[in-house]
């Protein structure tokens, strides 16, 4: 599960990482509507930036997107925010289905927020680099919305929950935004032995609490 999450990449470095991880100069990129500000603290319903390609597939487009889905059909806010969505059933459950075939994004993350022992861990690539974790979008009730695909928790991860973001290494993110059906299995070991969790401030607990000291004391 992923229910907080940090991006204080933003603005043209933003754009400019995204442009280089994908690396497909016969596909351009950009961001019509800019990007959303420095976050530390993301909470279901903020506004987050997804990377999806455009409907005829002939760019790549960085968009500012509600953390929750709202899927084609909804017609009002009702019931819990559908900020996750499971692997396992991500293609048959009603609220997914449609998007799963016809919506794919990728989330950038600097780093997301779990809890073990009602301590909150601050979780990161080790070498700073950027998270780019598989998610879905949709237009429901006129507005860009999207959800973060999870699975399975793998080593070394799995002590701190049993789900984790689904997330894509730089060459699988193209297959998953053209429709790869491959890639709901758990992220390679390899992909999440270059991460690291270390205490962040209990005060991240509150969605009003916003400012880089949430992040803990990073070591490494």
């Known amino acids: 599960m ?4 940090v991006l204080f990449t933003t603005g043209e470095s933003l754009l400019d990482v995204t442009a280089a991880m994908l690396n497909d100069a016969t596909v351009p990129i950009r961001a019509p509507h800019g990007t959303p500000p420095a976050r530390y603290n993301i909470a ?15 760019e790549t487009l960085l968009e500012p997107a509600r953390w929750g889905l709202i899927p084609h059909w909804k017609r009002d806010l009702n019931g819990p925010p559908l900020f996750n969505a499971r692997a396992e059933t991500v ?8 998007a799963y075939r016809h919506g794919r994004c990728v989330i950038p993350l600097d780093g997301y ?15 700073g680099g950027l998270l780019w974790a598989a998610g879905l ?3 429901g009730m006129n507005q860009l919305s999207a959800t973060m695909i999870t699975t399975a928790a793998v080593e070394p991860l799995a002590w701190l929950h049993h789900r984790l973001p689904r997330f894509l290494s730089p060459q699988a993110i193209p ?8 890639l709901l299995h758990p992220a390679e070991e390899s992909l999440v032995a270059g991460l690291v969790a270390t205490p962040a401030d209990p005060a991240v607990g509150n969605v009003r609490n916003d400012y ?6 990073q070591i490494g």
């Not at 992923?2 to 999450?5: D, V």
């Not at 293609?91 to 449609?98: D, I, L, N, V």
């Open 2 to 5: 992923c229910g907080r999450f």
């Open 44 to 58: 279901p319903s903020t506004v987050i930036p997804i990377v999806r390609r455009s409907p005829d597939a002939s």
């Open 91 to 98: 293609a048959t459950k009603p609220s997914f289905r449609h």
């Open 113 to 127: 927020y779990e809890w073990h022992n009602k301590q909150p861990y601050y979780v990161r690539p080790a070498d």
């Open 137 to 139: 979008w949709d237009t």
């Open 175 to 182: 297959w998953w935004l053209d429709g790869d059906d491959d």
């Open 212 to 217: 880089p000291e949430l992040l803990g004391e």
